[in-house]
Every structure is written in structure tokens, then in C-alpha cells.
């Protein structure tokens, strides 16, 4: 006997998520009947019925959904290959099923990914991923050829993380040319990229992206094991993960960095940290991370370090201008006015005449408004978002003063205040002190600067108590180690920078040479 002859399926009543487990059936119209019941509805399937042009003719199947693959491959490789090769079988029909097969995927189809799947469920998720199969009457198993192609976002400058120096590249939307910037900067066979699938209906690709010897293999396999045990029906983003991965899972504190540029995930992969992207979304999560780290840009190690340090230095100044300046305000003007100086304090006491609120309340309202604003300009169209963010502020407080309802000086600290908040390179950061800023007001308005501290004593504690991925959270500052300071708070130059900062269980933790110095 040559092949299996096909027969008329017989009905199947077996429900469709017992389908998608089954093998693969040797009878061609067995296996498109149970498709046909599973992809009821899926108008973008394709099922092309071809004769391969064997000795005799034997019937295959070729399955896609319309949009995910590249039509011209599909036409070109697998089609145009099938149907004119003469040389499949030979007249006496001696090739087996199975060894058909094998000279289908090894001389016939000219595609540079082929391999074997043996089951339904294989199948619908190669198909779903832009895949195409190949199904042959009488072989069990089917081939599955990589024709993966559809429209993407074409590489650009990420809008979040504007710099004027450095690469302008930004990763895409596509896991694959994510893979490939990546991998265009770091040469090394140590560079190691793990692939997952997330997601019951989903069915995701997560990757997960490490360096071998440099990324503490307790962490990298701690990571693996969060992921692995996520049970979610969908991932359309790297932030679904982050509540499941996460350390401390209610919390402000984010434990976790993002980023679109691959030049300064490059950066943190090569200090041991770990990073997880996820097809579908340009941001790449990062981990472990310090608070400290929020205060960095990328920017940073392509300027000069002398200026890199004052401006990095800058910006902690900035954050605690965010944090802090509405709650000190409204301490000294409530509770501490002997630290004013007289003549400014007469002029305070001038410009709060007929104020009908207490300066707690005043700055709140301020306080709200503003962020109300900031929501309102990222929310609304790019065009008009600013204009009607700086037109409204501008209205909003030179009408609030003319009225009485607010004073000239809370105007000046709250914008201030909003100025310094926008000075963070990490988006992470600003939703930290936005949220923050509103507990030191509240602690300002009923205890002064005893409300301040005690808010301050807390929020350290806090941070002291939690950690990313076992890094903890204020480090290098608790546990103290003054030898990782020297990157923190000042940028460090290169020639001195031979260390990477140290993760335990790190294997590798110098980054260049003890000869090299300037």
C-alpha cells in the first residue's frame, strides 16, 4: 500500500478544547475537519488544497492566516516548490509517509525554517503567529515553515527619553528587531536570549535577556521560575508581568526600570541586571533596580563627567525641590515664622491679606489643579495638549490671585514645584513624588517641621524595608558601600569605572582591564 487513501470524515463531536489537545491525525480530512470546527469564525484563515506532485499525486494542506505571513515566500518556497517537483516518490511508490516528509523538508521546500510539529495545538499557535503548515495525507506529524511578515513600526527616536547625544534608535513594537538592536551591540555569545510564552488566549512571545557570568545566575533562574508560574489568559504589555514579578506587590515604589533605547538596555545588561520584553510593545522591563538609580540619564556617559556630575547633581537637587518645597513652604508660614527673616516675612504676611484659606489648604488646591493639568495635557490630543496645559496654569493662576482666592508666593512654589518634578529622566520616579508630595503637605499642615521629619523617618524605612529581585531598594546607600557612591550621586569616568556595581552572586565584575587608566 502505497499512501493512506482519504475516506469521509466521520461527524466529531468532541469539544473544541479537547481538539486542540489531540495529535495530529495520519487521514489529511480528519485533521481539516477538526480545524474547521476550531477556527469557525476566522475569516482571515487561509487553507490552500494542493496535489504535491508526487508518483501518484498525494493531497496537502496548506494553513495561514491572511496578514501574519509573507504571501510572495509562501508562493515562492513552499507552493511553487510542491507543485512542480517530479521527484517526490518514485514509480513504484516505495517512499513511506513519514520519509516523504523528510524529503519534502529537506530537498524540496527552499525556506530557511522548517520544522516538524505533531499536534493541533502546536499547530494553531504556529499559525497564530505567522507561521505556515504544512499538512501531507497520510504523515501524522506536519511541517511548519517560518513566513513570518507583517506591518510594523518603523525604527524612530523614543518620544519618553529625548536625548541630544547618543544613539537615536528606539526599540519597536516587533520582539524580533528588538532581538536584532540588541544584539548589533553586543557581540558575544554570552549574550543570552530566553524565549517564553505567556498568556492562555494570548499566547505571547516574552523574552528574557541576560549576559552569562555577569548577571547573577540566582536572580536570572529566580526570574525565570516568577514567569513561569504567571497564569493570566492575555500579556499586552511588560507591566501585566511586573505585579506578578514583583518583590513587594503593594506598593508606590515601582521596583522596576523601563526603557525604548537599546543603547542604555545595553547598559544595564552589561551591569549583571535582567531584562524582559514582550512582543507587541516597544518598552523593555528592566530588574533588579535601586531608588537611586531613577535619578541617572543615559545621557549622562556622552557628555563630558565633570558635566555629567553637575547636572546629575542638579537633578537631586530638582527632586527634592519636588518632594519637599510645597511642605516647607506651609510649615514656616503656619508653624515656624521666627525662621523667616522679618522683611520678607512682612511681605508674605502682605501678599496672604484677604486669602480666605489657610496656606495648607491653598497649596492643596494648587497642588490638585496642577496635576489636574499635567493629567488633562497628556491626555488630550499632541496638538492642542500643551497649549491648553500652559493657557490653562496661565489663566487658572492669574485668575486665582486677581480673586484673592490664593497668594502670589504659593503661585511661584507650586510652580517651582512643578518645574523640578519634570527635571526626573524616569517616569517611574515622578509618579513616586507626585503621590509622595501630597503626604509631606498633609504631615507640614499638622505638625510643621516635626510632620516633615517624621514623613521623611517613614518614607526611609519604607524604601529601607523593600528590595528588587533581593537588590535592596536604597542601595548602594543601606547597606552602605562607599565604593558604588562614586557612580551614584557623580558620574565617574570611564578610566576609573572598572568595576561594574556589585550584585551578589555576580561571577564577572570588572568591566575593563586593571592596566587601562587616564
Same mark, same amino acid.
Given at each position: 500500500?502505497?499512501?493512506?487513501?482519504?475516506?469521509?470524515?466521520?461527524?466529531?463531536?468532541?469539544?473544541?478544547?479537547?481538539?486542540?489537545?489531540?495529535?495530529?491525525?495520519?487521514?489529511?480530512?480528519?485533521?481539516?475537519?477538526?480545524?474547521?470546527?476550531?477556527?469557525?469564525?476566522?475569516?482571515?484563515?487561509?487553507?490552500?488544497?494542493?496535489?504535491?506532485?508526487?508518483?501518484?499525486?498525494?493531497?496537502?494542506?496548506?494553513?495561514?492566516?491572511?496578514?501574519?505571513?509573507?504571501?510572495?515566500?509562501?508562493?515562492?518556497?513552499?507552493?511553487?516548490?510542491?507543485?512542480?517537483?517530479?521527484?517526490?516518490?518514485?514509480?513504484s511508490g516505495n517512499l513511506s509517509p513519514d520519509e516523504m516528509l523528510k524529503r519534502v523538508q529537506y530537498r524540496i521546500l527552499s525556506i530557511s525554517e522548517v520544522k516538524t510539529l505533531s499536534n493541533i495545538e502546536e499547530l494553531l499557535h504556529h499559525i497564530s503567529s505567522g507561521d505556515t503548515v504544512l499538512l501531507i495525507d497520510g504523515c501524522s506529524s506536519g511541517l511548519v515553515a517560518g513566513t513570518r511578515s507583517w506591518q510594523s513600526r518603523a525604527i524612530q527616536t523614543p518620544e519618553n527619553e529625548i536625548t541630544i547625544y547618543g544613539p537615536k534608535e528606539?526599540?519597536?513594537?516587533?520582539?524580533?528587531?528588538?532581538?536584532?538592536?540588541?544584539?548589533?551591540?553586543?557581540?558575544?555569545?554570552?549574550?543570552?536570549?530566553?524565549?517564553?510564552?505567556?498568556?492562555?488566549?494570548?499566547?505571547?512571545?516574552?523574552?528574557?535577556?541576560?549576559?552569562?557570568?555577569?548577571?547573577?545566575?540566582?536572580?536570572?533562574?529566580?526570574?525565570?521560575?516568577?514567569?513561569?508560574?504567571?497564569?493570566?489568559?492575555?500579556?499586552?504589555?511588560?507591566?501585566?508581568?511586573?505585579?506578578?514579578?514583583?518583590?513587594?506587590?503593594?506598593?508606590?515604589?515601582?521596583?522596576?526600570?523601563?526603557?525604548?533605547?537599546?543603547?542604555?538596555?545595553?547598559?544595564?545588561?552589561?551591569?549583571?541586571?535582567?531584562?524582559?520584553?514582550?512582543?507587541?510593545?516597544?518598552?523593555?522591563?528592566?530588574?533588579?533596580?535601586?531608588?537611586?538609580?531613577?535619578?541617572?540619564?543615559?545621557?549622562?556617559?556622552?557628555?563630558?563627567?565633570?558635566?555629567?556630575?553637575?547636572?546629575?547633581?542638579?537633578?537631586?537637587? #530638582? &527632586?527634592? @525641590? /519636588?518632594?519637599? +518645597?510645597?511642605?516647607?513652604?506651609?510649615?514656616? *508660614?503656619?508653624?515656624?515664622?521666627?525662621? !523667616?527673616?522679618?522683611?520678607?516675612?512682612?511681605?508674605?504676611?502682605?501678599?496672604?491679606?484677604?486669602?480666605?484659606?489657610?496656606?495648607?489648604?491653598?497649596?492643596?488646591?494648587?497642588?490638585?489643579?496642577?496635576?489636574?493639568?499635567?493629567?488633562?495635557?497628556?491626555?488630550?490630543?499632541?496638538?492642542?495638549?500643551?497649549?491648553?496645559?500652559?493657557?490653562?496654569?496661565?489663566?487658572?493662576?492669574?485668575?486665582?490671585?486677581?480673586?484673592?482666592?490664593?497668594?502670589?508666593?504659593?503661585?511661584?512654589?507650586?510652580?517651582?514645584?512643578?518645574?523640578?518634578?519634570?527635571?526626573?529622566?524616569?517616569?517611574?520616579?515622578?509618579?513616586?513624588?507626585?503621590?509622595?508630595?501630597? #503626604? &509631606?503637605? @498633609? /504631615?507640614?499642615? +499638622?505638625?510643621?517641621?516635626?510632620?516633615?521629619? *517624621?514623613?521623611?523617618?517613614?518614607?526611609? !524605612?519604607?524604601?529601607?524595608?523593600?528590595?528588587?529581585?533581593?537588590?535592596?531598594?536604597?542601595?548602594?546607600?543601606?547597606?552602605?558601600?562607599?565604593?558604588?557612591?562614586?557612580?551614584?550621586?557623580?558620574?565617574?569616568?570611564?578610566?576609573?569605572?572598572?568595576?561594574?556595581?556589585?550584585?551578589?552572586?555576580?561571577?564577572?565584575?570588572?568591566?575593563?582591564?586593571?592596566?587601562?587608566?587616564?
Amino acid at each position: 500500500m502505497r499512501f493512506i487513501k482519504s475516506k469521509k470524515p466521520e461527524k466529531i463531536d468532541i469539544p473544541p478544547g479537547e481538539l486542540v489537545e489531540q495529535a495530529l491525525s495520519p487521514v489529511l480530512q480528519d485533521n481539516r475537519e477538526k480545524l474547521r470546527i476550531l477556527l469557525a469564525g476566522c475569516s482571515d484563515v487561509v487553507m490552500r488544497d494542493f496535489m504535491l506532485a508526487s508518483h501518484p499525486p498525494t493531497p496537502g494542506l496548506l494553513l495561514y492566516f491572511d496578514g501574519l505571513v509573507d504571501k510572495e515566500q509562501v508562493a515562492l518556497h513552499l507552493l511553487q516548490p510542491l507543485l512542480t517537483e517530479q521527484n517526490t516518490g518514485d514509480s513504484s511508490g516505495n517512499l513511506s509517509p513519514d520519509e516523504m516528509l523528510k524529503r519534502v523538508q529537506y530537498r524540496i521546500l527552499s525556506i530557511s525554517e522548517v520544522k516538524t510539529l505533531s499536534n493541533i495545538e502546536e499547530l494553531l499557535h504556529h499559525i497564530s503567529s505567522g507561521d505556515t503548515v504544512l499538512l501531507i495525507d497520510g504523515c501524522s506529524s506536519g511541517l511548519v515553515a517560518g513566513t513570518r511578515s507583517w506591518q510594523s513600526r518603523a525604527i524612530q527616536t523614543p518620544e519618553n527619553e529625548i536625548t541630544i547625544y547618543g544613539p537615536k534608535e528606539g526599540l519597536s513594537e516587533t520582539l524580533r528587531f528588538n532581538t536584532a538592536l540588541l544584539r548589533r551591540r553586543i557581540k558575544s555569545t554570552n549574550f543570552k536570549i530566553e524565549n517564553m510564552v505567556i498568556g492562555k488566549l494570548s499566547k505571547t512571545d516574552v523574552a528574557l535577556f541576560y549576559i552569562e557570568h555577569i548577571a547573577p545566575r540566582p536572580m536570572v533562574e529566580e526570574l525565570k521560575k516568577r514567569l513561569e508560574a504567571i497564569d493570566i489568559d492575555a500579556v499586552l504589555d511588560p507591566r501585566y508581568l511586573v505585579e506578578f514579578v514583583a518583590d513587594e506587590k503593594r506598593s508606590i515604589f515601582t521596583q522596576e526600570q523601563y526603557t525604548e533605547k537599546p543603547d542604555r538596555l545595553c547598559g544595564y545588561l552589561l551591569e549583571g541586571r535582567i531584562a524582559v520584553m514582550v512582543d507587541g510593545s516597544p518598552m523593555a522591563l528592566i530588574v533588579p533596580v535601586s531608588f537611586l538609580e531613577y535619578l541617572i540619564s543615559p545621557e549622562d556617559y556622552y557628555i563630558n563627567y565633570i558635566a555629567a556630575s553637575l547636572f546629575r547633581l542638579l537633578r537631586l537637587g #530638582a &527632586f527634592a @525641590i /519636588a518632594l519637599l +518645597l510645597p511642605s516647607l513652604y506651609v510649615a514656616v *508660614i503656619t508653624y515656624h515664622h521666627e525662621m !523667616v527673616p522679618t522683611p520678607l516675612l512682612l511681605t508674605l504676611a502682605a501678599t496672604r491679606q484677604g486669602v480666605p484659606f489657610p496656606a495648607f489648604v491653598e497649596a492643596l488646591l494648587l497642588d490638585l489643579t496642577f496635576e489636574l493639568l499635567r493629567e488633562a495635557g497628556l491626555r488630550l490630543p499632541r496638538a492642542v495638549g500643551p497649549a491648553v496645559s500652559i493657557v490653562g496654569a496661565l489663566i487658572i493662576g492669574d485668575a486665582a490671585v486677581r480673586a484673592g482666592l490664593v497668594s502670589t508666593p504659593m503661585v511661584v512654589i507650586i510652580a517651582a514645584t512643578g518645574i523640578a518634578s519634570f527635571a526626573s529622566p524616569s517616569y517611574n520616579a515622578g509618579i513616586i513624588i507626585r503621590i509622595a508630595r501630597f #503626604a &509631606f503637605l @498633609i /504631615a507640614s499642615g +499638622l505638625l510643621g517641621f516635626l510632620g516633615i521629619m *517624621i514623613a521623611l523617618i517613614l518614607l526611609f !524605612v519604607r524604601m529601607a524595608s523593600l528590595s528588587s529581585l533581593g537588590l535592596p531598594y536604597l542601595a548602594p546607600l543601606a547597606p552602605f558601600n562607599w565604593q558604588q557612591l562614586g557612580d551614584i550621586f557623580i558620574r565617574r569616568p570611564w578610566f576609573e569605572n572598572r568595576k561594574r556595581p556589585y550584585l551578589e552572586g555576580m561571577e564577572n565584575q570588572w568591566r575593563q582591564g586593571k592596566s587601562t587608566g587616564g
